[in-house]
């Protein structure tokens, strides 16, 4: 564990509960298959936030246990499920616990584990294929939910500070896939799986998705119309996703949601949050806030210019972020193609409150803006 200030170790003790922090991240939590009950008997088991990574594994670990037990039975379906809200729980269990990086690997490979035995037990024809994509030399883990429709569109989804492909990934990959789009989720530099063997640098992050296109390109086997390609991210990926679009002439459209569009240098980051200064040193490998700078500065008006179709969220009550209204106006200055704005005033980050209005909005852009494209 990493040493902590005193004013982390207050904040940890005092300011982190469920009333003032927890609750805020409940709809991400229940986005990707988290029971609310559940959620709510182990948040009533954390007595304070150095404790939350623990107290999340032992649900995670329980889980398993039954999971294992109903498969000895045939009970097949249950396994399955059982299987997927471990991964839940282990993904909240790591959840920004940036304050030590062992548990939290420890806890992303439990994940790991647990959502390959639960996608072993689909049916061939709905089972995430794993695809590793070379790149630099490593390779970049993904899985792709292949729609049951011939010559569908590639959504890609970039993650953000925080998320594994294992978890958002897979929730979102369903309802892509229902609706009829091929949807790939990965763990780029920095993130998830390759966060050991590739860290996070902006300058860098665009050639991953460029590589994962090419990949794609190049290995025509799953019959996707690789002439319809969207990318889609939330949080860091918010930003990430847009900016990648720039760089790649093939990405006919994007969306964004609560993207931290500039950073303003050092100065900057000091102003976030301590938990997301935290996640800039976690994510880049670095020591301090100074040493990540160079891997963690970026301001979306000097990136090329966006000339496909964008939609962008922004929450007024992100608290992660500050002045999440002048982000949001400055992507809508940067984008020079077609683009909407959806700010929630009331909204918390990522808009997890309204998810019930976002995503099935964000389906029917894809499919307006892919459909007119293949015409």
């Given at each position: 564990m990493v040493h902590l200030t005193l004013k982390e170790k207050f904040a940890f003790k005092f300011i982190f509960s469920e009333g003032r922090v927890y609750h805020r991240w409940y709809g991400r939590f229940l986005s990707f298959g988290l029971d609310y009950g559940r959620?709510?008997?182990?948040?009533?088991?954390?007595?304070?936030?150095?404790?939350?990574?623990?107290?999340?594994?032992?649900?995670?670990?329980?889980?398993?246990?039954?999971?294992?037990?109903?498969?000895?039975k045939g009970n097949r379906v249950k396994a399955r499920a059982l299987f997927h809200e471990a991964v839940g729980c282990y993904h909240a269990g790591q959840h920004v616990f940036f304050i030590d990086s062992n548990q939290k690997e420890r806890t992303q490979e439990k994940a790991r584990k647990s959502y390959q035995r639960a996608i072993s037990l689909y049916d061939e024809k709905e089972r995430?294929?794993?695809?590793?994509?070379?790149?630099?030399?490593v390779k970049i883990p993904g899985y792709l939910r292949l729609s049951t429709v011939p010559d569908s569109p590639l959504i890609i989804f970039v993650n953000g500070m925080d998320n594994i492909k294992e978890a958002e990934g897979n929730s979102h990959g369903n309802?892509?896939?229902?609706?009829?789009?091929?949807?790939?989720?990965?763990?780029?530099?920095?993130?998830?799986?390759?966060w050991k063997d590739m860290k996070f640098d902006v300058k860098e992050y665009h050639k991953a998705v460029t590589a994962i296109i090419d990949w794609f390109e190049q290995h025509q086997i799953y019959g996707m119309d690789m002439g319809r390609v969207g990318l889609i991210g939330f949080s860091l990926g918010g930003y990430l996703a847009p900016m990648c679009a720039a760089y790649d002439k093939r990405v006919k459209c994007v969306v964004g949601n609560s993207g931290l569009v500039f950073t303003g240098g050092l100065e900057g980051l000091k102003k976030l949050n301590p938990l997301w200064q935290r996640g800039v040193t976690y994510m880049t490998g670095c020591e301090t806030l100074e040493q990540?700078?160079?891997?963690?500065?970026?301001?979306?008006?000097?990136?090329?210019?966006?000339?496909?179709?964008?939609?962008?969220?922004?929450?007024?009550?992100?608290?992660?972020?500050?002045?999440?209204?002048?982000?949001?106006?400055?992507?809508?200055?940067?984008?020079?193609?077609?683009?909407?704005?959806?700010?929630?005033?009331?909204?918390?980050?990522?808009t997890m409150d309204y998810l019930d209005e976002v995503f099935p909005e964000i389906i029917d852009w894809f499919k307006k803006k892919l459909k007119e494209r293949q015409g």
């Open positions: 959620l709510r008997r182990v948040v009533a088991r954390v007595p304070n936030w150095l404790n939350w990574c623990e107290q999340w594994n032992i649900e995670g670990d329980a889980l398993v246990k039954m999971a294992e037990e109903a498969l000895d995430p294929i794993r695809i590793d994509v070379p790149f630099n030399g309802l892509f896939r229902q609706n009829g789009f091929n949807y790939f989720t990965f763990d780029g530099p920095g993130q998830g799986e390759l990540a700078t160079t891997q963690f500065d970026w301001d979306i008006e000097r990136d090329p210019g966006l000339n496909v179709p964008l939609l962008f969220y922004h929450a007024g009550k992100d608290e992660v972020m500050p002045s999440p209204k002048l982000h949001a106006d400055k992507m809508m200055r940067w984008a020079r193609g077609e683009k909407t704005l959806q700010y929630y005033e009331k909204a918390e980050h990522c």
